[in-house]
Every structure is written in C-alpha cells, then in structure tokens.
C-alpha cells in the first residue's frame, strides 16, 4: 500500500508541495533529448537539504574496464535500469526494492539507455546487448523476443544507440564492424527490417550509435555520425565520406534522406561529432525557429533549421580548442589536436524552453599524435600470437576451461571482444593490466596497436603493409603534476543564450580526485538534467560526486558523494508526492574505480 497521505503530511511540514506522480519514461526526457524536468519540488532554496534516499548495487562489472554510461527509466513507480553487463532490472521507484532482474547472458558493453513502448500487444522494455536486440515484459521481466542484428543486418554490429520508438517500431542507430554506421526500423511484433539506411558512401561512412531526436510533427529523425574507424585515420580515403561527420535528418517512415549537413569532410583524427542532436527552438527575426542544436569536438555549437538543414548562427564557440585540429597533416612527428572526448560530452545538451537557453559541459584538453612506420616484415597475427596466446589462446577462445602450470591463471576468451570494448579500452587494459592479468608497459607502441587492431578484427588479416603506417595510440598532454597541458578551466559547465549566440555565463566543473578542490575543473562525461525549478543536476566528473547548479548564474548549490564516478545523465521523477534525482556511478571511463550502483536523491521526508 502506498504511502501517500503520510508522505504528503510531512512534505507539507517541510514546506515542500506535494505533486503529482511524474514518470521518466523516454531516454533523456523527451523524444527531442531535451533533457528537461518539469517538476520544481526541489528547488534553489531548498536543494542545499538534499539527501541520499537510495541505493541500489548492481554488484555486476563488465570484462576490462567496467563502465555504466546509462540513464534509467521511470514508469508508474517503477525504475528500469542497465548494469554493466547489460542485465536488466526494475526497481520500487521510491525505495530502491529490486522487483525484477533479467540476465541477458552479455558479458558487457557500453548501452545508455532503454526503451519503453507503451502502445504494443503489452508494454515492452527493449534494448541491445551487443548484437542481440532484446524485448522484455516490463512486469515481470521474462524475455519476450531476442532478435540478432547479425542477422537482420548481414553485418557485424559492435553497438547500438539507445534507440526511439514510433508506431509499434524501434528506431535504431548502428556502429557496423566496417567502419561504417546504419540506422534501421525494426518492426518490433515480427522482427522484420522496415527500412534500412547505411551511412556507407565510396568506402567509408560514420557510425551512427548515439542517441537520436525524433520531430514526431516533420516526420524527421534526427541522426549524427562519426567518423570512419579509428583504424583508417591519418590514410587517404576514398570518395566524399558524404556521410561521416554528418547530422542526417531522416524520413521516418522510409528512411530517405531529406537533408544533411556535413561539418568535417576529409577529417584525420578522430570523428568530429560525439554529442547526440538536441531539438530546440530559437528566436530570429522576430519569429520562433524550430531548429536542431549540435556540439562538436572542437567545442563549435551548430544550430540548424529542422526542416531544412540551414544554418541559423555562425558556429558558436564554446572553448578555446583550434578550431582546425581536424585537418592537421597526420606526421611522423607528434602533432598536437583536441582528445578523443574534448569539447562536448556524448551526453549532449539540455534544453530550457522558456528562456530558450543551452546548458552544456565541455571539457578543453588536447593529446599528441603521430604516425608509426610498419616494418616490411612486421605481421599483427604473430604480434598476438607472441604476447597474448599463451593466456588467451591460439585462436583467441580463452584458455580457462584448460588451465596448467605452464599456462598459469589462463585467460577469458577474446572472441568479439571488439563488440564489448573500444579501441581505447583494449588499449588501456594492455597498459594496466586487470585481474590476473598484469599490465604490458613493456610492448612498443606499434606491437600495441597491432594487437588491438588484430582483436577488432576478430581474427581477421589485417594487413598493415597497405599504407606503411599506422597511427599511434593518442598520448595525453600532461604537466608534471599530471594535469592536462592546456591552460584551465579543464572541464566547464556553461549556458549559452540561442537567441544571441552569446555565453550566459561558464563555470568550472569538477576537480581531480587526488587534488579537490582546486577549482579548475576537470575532464568530464555524460549530461545535464535541467529542471523547470532553475536548477542544473550534473555528476560527471573524476571526483566521484553529483551536483547541482543555479541555472540563472551557474552557481553551485549543492554536491554530495558517489560510490564512483557518475558517467552518464541524472534522472528526475516523482512518486507518492515526492521528487527524486536519480544517477547511475559506474565509475571507470576516466580512471579507477569502477562502479555498478544507482544512487536516488531526495529532501528529507521529516
């Protein structure tokens, strides 16, 4: 039975109004990524009594280096969440009770969010675990279809966006092993492919597993892509890559381009857009534009007529990064761009309606790169075969099942390993080891890379005699005290007014665990929650807490602990009168430790 007259009582005592049930029912609030809250029980004056209400630890960590960059759901009290290993679970909304727990037999992998589909034969909660598109009952959670993208596709696909549903389909946005990207429409009763759209142009095309923006009014879905795979950069691409570094705005019945809008041509190092699209509207001319608000990694903002694709601004700047880092000639001598994961975060941006205002984090760091030469006689599969295949296997299938003395503790099998970690991640598990593994500093930058490319490739030849070079892993650009190179604010919060194009004001966010409370802030990943109460929720940061800002000035009001470092975007709901933020701390993306619990937070019931 629910609590709601007492719970009522004591919120009035507090001087808190009581509301009404609110549900979080679509990733990142809305179909238009706003990220965006209607509730205000919490507000600027009464924030500072936050406090922990619940937790609930998944007790689950994914293969290398176990991450949770998700964002749960809220329907009718109940909250539907991810672990890091891709298992499913529902929870008691109010009080962190577990309901459900399904085990999708994944072992891991980046997926930030779930979808709910309210209006199918029952309601169903659906998501992808590496290249199974699984279906829940949301009730009960037993399996109600496990579809293989594989298959459907005749492709291998590596991961997958949260995806949209529309009309008794799901809408989802593929990274294929191809280095290229597709979105798709899967007719969720039968499994059927709808319609298919591939980014692939003359060689090449990015992929497409971020988060996408439906305008259910236009009939357009709005999609960004990267850039080839990593394993292509700093070579000559063929053709025009019309689609790579792109925002695509779709049919979503047919998936026929209606326009797009290319910012980074021939990029070299890296995909130039990270941030999924935010729908949002602007003034001009005295008249209210719908438009479609883009981040860059050069920290540019793009704001582009939704029915057209037109600009609507120069591109604004968010920070100080060079703005032609992507066109930098690829060297034998180190080069100095923007991080893999500078200017804006793959969480994207929040949108305040009212004052038609932008709050986004950013963070202003820059790394080295330079080229490799392949000796004539150097061979990735040997690379492997010489330093990984007496724990691993021969054949990559793990030697755990068939453990000696000779072959010590054995190892996991590394079979699809490409499918659960990135390029970064294999990288970072060779330097610092896990488990019984112990870290390999001691192989060259090229045998390195061959071993990660050999692992990506499944196996595969990979022949790196086709250009003579190949890229070395990125070297982050450090101080002697260990902070990035450039000059700070390392990571920022900002407000930008879409109206004028001009800041509202920016403010540090975050520090470094081993050196808080410096105030220069720090590098950062996931997004903002932005409520109608005035108030910017946002973890991110290596510090390991979650805080909350005045979204009229960015003052901080508020901050309190996590298990580990909250790597993905707060969540607002309401139960029985009572409003909560809610963050999942998987900790791990920007170093030790990982996490695997979900922390809800609430003003004191007395």
Same mark, same amino acid.
């Given at each position: 039975?629910? %609590?709601?007259?007492?719970?009522?009582?004591?919120?009035?005592?507090?001087?808190?109004?009581?509301?009404?049930?609110?549900?979080?029912?679509?990733?990142?609030?809305?179909?238009?990524?706003?990220?965006?809250?209607?509730?205000?029980?919490?507000?600027?004056?009464?924030?500072?009594?936050?406090?922990?209400?619940?937790?609930?630890?998944?007790?689950?960590?994914?293969?290398?280096?176990?991450?949770?960059?998700?964002?749960?759901?809220? @329907?009718?009290?109940?909250?539907?969440?991810?672990?890091?290993?891709?298992?499913?679970?529902?929870?008691?909304?109010?009080?962190?009770?577990?309901?459900?727990?399904?085990?999708?037999?994944?072992?891991?992998?980046? #997926?930030?969010?779930?979808?709910?589909?309210?209006?199918?034969?029952?309601?169903?909660?659906?998501?992808?675990?590496?290249?199974?598109?699984?279906?829940?009952?949301?009730?009960?959670?037993?399996?109600?279809?496990?579809?293989?993208?594989?298959?459907?596709?005749?492709?291998?696909?590596?991961?997958?966006?949260?995806?949209?549903?529309?009309?008794?389909?799901?809408?989802?946005?593929?990274?294929?092993?191809?280095?290229?990207? *597709?979105?798709?429409?899967?007719?969720?009763?039968?499994?059927?492919?709808?319609?298919?759209?591939?980014?692939?142009?003359?060689?090449?095309?990015?992929?497409?597993?971020?988060?996408?923006?439906?305008?259910?009014?236009?009939?357009?879905?709005?999609?960004?892509?990267?850039?080839?795979?990593?394993?292509?950069?700093?070579?000559?691409?063929?053709?025009?890559?019309?689609?790579?570094?792109?925002?695509?705005?779709?049919?979503?019945?047919?998936?026929?381009?209606?326009?797009?809008?290319?910012?980074?041509?021939?990029?070299?190092?890296?995909?130039?857009?990270?941030?999924?699209?935010?729908?949002?509207?602007?003034?001009?001319? %005295?008249?209210?534009?719908?438009?479609?608000?883009?981040?860059?990694?050069?920290?540019?903002?793009?704001?582009?007529?939704?029915?057209?694709?037109?600009?609507?601004?120069?591109?604004?700047?968010?920070?100080?990064?060079?703005?032609?880092?992507?066109?930098?000639?690829?060297?034998?001598? +180190?080069?100095?761009?923007?991080?893999?994961?500078?200017?804006?975060?793959?969480?994207?941006?929040?949108?305040?309606?009212?004052?038609?205002?932008? @709050?986004?984090?950013? #963070?202003?760091?820059?790394?080295?790169?330079?080229?490799? +030469?392949?000796?004539?006689?150097?061979?990735?599969?040997? +690379?492997?075969?010489?330093?990984?295949?007496?724990?691993?296997?021969?054949?990559?299938?793990?030697?755990?099942?068939?453990?000696?003395?000779?072959?010590?503790?054995?190892?996991?099998?590394?079979?699809?390993?490409?499918?659960?970690?990135?390029?970064?991640?294999?990288?970072?598990?060779?330097?610092?080891?896990?488990?019984?593994?112990?870290?390999?500093?001691?192989?060259?930058?090229?045998?390195? #890379?061959?071993?990660?490319?050999?692992?990506?490739?499944?196996?595969?030849?990979?022949?790196?005699?086709?250009?003579?070079?190949?890229?070395?892993?990125?070297? *982050?650009?450090?101080?002697?005290?260990?902070?990035?190179?450039?000059?700070?604010?390392?990571?920022?919060?900002?407000?930008?007014?879409?109206?004028?194009?001009?800041?509202?004001?920016?403010?540090?966010?975050?520090?470094?665990?081993?050196?808080?409370?410096?105030?220069?802030?720090?590098?950062?990943?996931?997004?903002?929650?932005?409520?109608?109460?005035?108030?910017?929720?946002?973890?991110?940061?290596?510090?390991?807490?979650?805080?909350?800002?005045?979204?009229?000035?960015?003052?901080?009001?508020?901050?309190?602990?996590?298990?580990?470092?909250?790597?993905?975007?707060?969540?607002?709901?309401?139960?029985?009168?009572?409003?909560?933020?809610?963050?999942?701390?998987?900790?791990?993306?920007?170093?030790?430790?990982?996490?695997?619990?979900?922390?809800?937070?609430?003003?004191?019931?007395?």
């Amino acid at each position: 039975m629910r %609590r709601s007259v007492t719970i009522a009582i004591l919120l009035l005592a507090a001087g808190c109004e009581r509301l009404s049930d609110t549900d979080a029912a679509t990733y990142l609030a809305d179909r238009g990524l706003s990220h965006f809250s209607e509730l205000e029980q919490i507000n600027p004056d009464n924030v500072g009594a936050l406090k922990l209400a619940w937790t609930y630890d998944t007790n689950e960590f994914g293969t290398g280096i176990s991450t949770m960059q998700t964002s749960p759901l809220i @329907i009718d009290g109940v909250l539907y969440g991810l672990t890091p290993t891709l298992n499913a679970f529902a929870l008691d909304a109010a009080t962190g009770a577990q309901i459900w727990h399904h085990n999708a037999g994944s072992p891991g992998g980046v #997926q930030r969010g779930l979808v709910w589909l309210p209006n199918s034969a029952a309601p169903t909660l659906i998501y992808a675990a590496g290249s199974t598109l699984i279906g829940l009952d949301s009730k009960t959670g037993s399996r109600r279809f496990g579809y293989d993208l594989d298959r459907l596709l005749g492709a291998s696909v590596v991961r997958a966006s949260p995806g949209v549903g529309h009309e008794g389909s799901l809408l989802l946005g593929l990274d294929i092993a191809d280095r290229s990207g *597709a979105v798709v429409a899967v007719d969720v009763a039968s499994g059927n492919l709808l319609w298919r759209f591939d980014t692939m142009t003359d060689g090449a095309g990015g992929a497409a597993d971020l988060a996408m923006a439906l305008d259910q009014e236009r009939g357009l879905l709005f999609v960004v892509t990267g850039a080839p795979s990593p394993a292509h950069y700093g070579v000559d691409r063929p053709g025009d890559n019309l689609y790579a570094d792109t925002v695509l705005a779709l049919d979503v019945g047919t998936g026929e381009v209606r326009w797009h809008h290319q910012v980074v041509q021939h990029g070299l190092w890296g995909p130039e857009l990270i941030s999924p699209p935010t729908l949002v509207q602007v003034a001009r001319d %005295r008249q209210t534009l719908d438009a479609v608000a883009v981040t860059t990694r050069r920290g540019n903002l793009l704001l582009l007529d939704r029915a057209d694709g037109t600009s609507l601004s120069d591109s604004i700047s968010l920070t100080s990064l060079p703005s032609a880092a992507s066109f930098v000639v690829p060297d034998l001598q +180190e080069v100095v761009v923007p991080d893999f994961d500078a200017g804006a975060s793959w969480g994207g941006a929040a949108f305040e309606p009212g004052a038609r205002k932008l @709050i986004v984090n950013v #963070q202003e760091t820059e790394v080295g790169l330079r080229l490799l +030469e392949v000796p004539a006689d150097f061979n990735a599969q040997y +690379e492997y075969l010489r330093h990984c295949s007496v724990c691993h296997g021969v054949n990559r299938d793990g030697l755990e099942g068939d453990r000696s003395d000779r072959y010590g503790a054995g190892g996991p099998s590394l079979v699809g390993v490409g499918r659960r970690l990135s390029q970064r991640e294999i990288v970072r598990t060779i330097e610092r080891g896990r488990g019984s593994m112990p870290a390999m500093q001691h192989l060259g930058e090229l045998s390195q #890379q061959a071993i990660v490319r050999y692992l990506v490739a499944d196996g595969a030849d990979v022949d790196l005699q086709q250009t003579g070079y190949v890229a070395a892993q990125p070297r *982050a650009l450090k101080t002697e005290d260990g902070f990035p190179a450039t000059a700070p604010p390392w990571g920022s919060l900002l407000a930008v007014d879409l109206d004028t194009g001009h800041l509202d004001w920016r403010t540090p966010l975050g520090d470094y665990l081993a050196h808080l409370g410096m105030g220069k802030g720090a590098e950062n990943a996931g997004g903002p929650l932005l409520t109608s109460a005035g108030l910017v929720f946002i973890a991110a940061t290596p510090d390991m807490k979650v805080r909350a800002f005045d979204v009229t000035d960015g003052s901080e009001l508020w901050q309190s602990d996590l298990d580990a470092g909250g790597y993905a975007t707060p969540v607002s709901y309401s139960v029985d009168g009572r409003q909560f933020v809610v963050v999942a701390a998987g900790g791990g993306l920007l170093g030790p430790p990982s996490g695997s619990t979900y922390a809800a937070f609430a003003l004191p019931e007395d």
